[in-house]
């Protein structure tokens, strides 16, 4: 990641509030591609419980498209998939998690209708579930704050190792994926693998300052319509818990 700029008043880096990372650029590059480039094909995949379908856009980028008409609560799981994205790119932490934006396409369940997709970019794929000790110990980290701050219940799969070494293999790049049934609804309780290897331990300093950079910055804004009140009030809580306790605990219901 490029270094952030710094303020040239101070010599400090700009306040949480206007911190805008380089790669940020690029990302809403990304994003907008991914809203609006013409699709060359797609077809049916084979990626977790909610129905979903390979496409290849122009330029070569391949994505997973859930759609809202498909499967149960499917509107609600579209719309978390890309909440997750929004909260991987405010803790800084879009290296786990694959850029992700909603997107009106023809539907294949219903003909001559659309319906809202979420679209996420594929990552290269290694390894299904590699096990914590064959991934990055920074990123397991970075994955347990992750799935703490977006109440994961559904981790005990659900991640991919991408080789960052020739030959393939061991460490492998953590990236994350199915955030639909993240954001659970109150008292619900988090499940996650990568949690529980943290579960108790004090947050790494540069980790838990992304946390509250996120906070100062209010990018909780930008999941008003994505996520339920209640569960983004529940989110914001569990923010404000991490960075007050400094240890990767949940806050009692």
Do not use: C
């Not at 129905?51 to 070569?60: A, F």
């Not at 509107?75 to 997107?103: I, K, M, N, P």
């Not at 096990?131 to 991919?160: C, G, K, P």
């Not at 994926?177 to 004090?202: E, I, L, M, N």
């Amino acid at each position: 990641m490029d270094s952030v700029s710094l303020s040239p008043e101070s010599g400090q880096p700009p306040p949480p509030d206007v911190l805008v990372l380089p790669e940020d650029v690029h990302l809403d590059g990304l994003e907008e591609h991914l809203r609006t480039a013409a699709v060359l094909s797609q077809h049916r995949g084979e990626h977790g419980a909610h129905p979903s379908y390979r496409v290849l856009l122009v330029g070569g980028v391949v994505v997973i498209a859930k759609p809202a008409d498909e499967g149960g609560d499917g509107d609600r799981r579209v719309r978390h998939e890309v909440a997750a994205w929004l909260v991987a790119r405010g803790l800084q932490l879009s290296h786990l998690v694959g850029a992700t934006v909603l997107r009106e396409m023809p539907s294949q369940n219903t003909p001559d209708t659309e319906t809202t997709y979420s679209l996420q970019v594929v990552w290269p794929r290694q390894a299904d579930n590699p096990s914590l000790t064959e991934l990055i110990d920074d990123q397991v980290w970075e994955a347990a704050v992750f799935d703490a701050v977006i109440l994961t219940t559904d981790r005990s799969h659900n991640w991919i190792g991408a080789s960052v070494g020739s030959p393939p293999g061991p460490p492998y790049h953590l990236a994350l994926v199915d955030h639909g049934d993240a954001f659970g609804a109150a008292r619900t309780p988090v499940s996650s693998a990568f949690y529980s290897a943290k579960q108790g331990q004090q947050i790494p300093p540069a980790l838990l300052d992304k946390v509250g950079a996120y906070l100062a910055s209010g990018g909780t804004e930008t999941l008003r319509k994505l996520v339920e009140a209640d569960r983004l009030m529940a989110m914001t809580s569990r923010l404000e818990h991490l960075l007050h306790s400094g240890t990767l605990t949940l806050p009692q219901p």
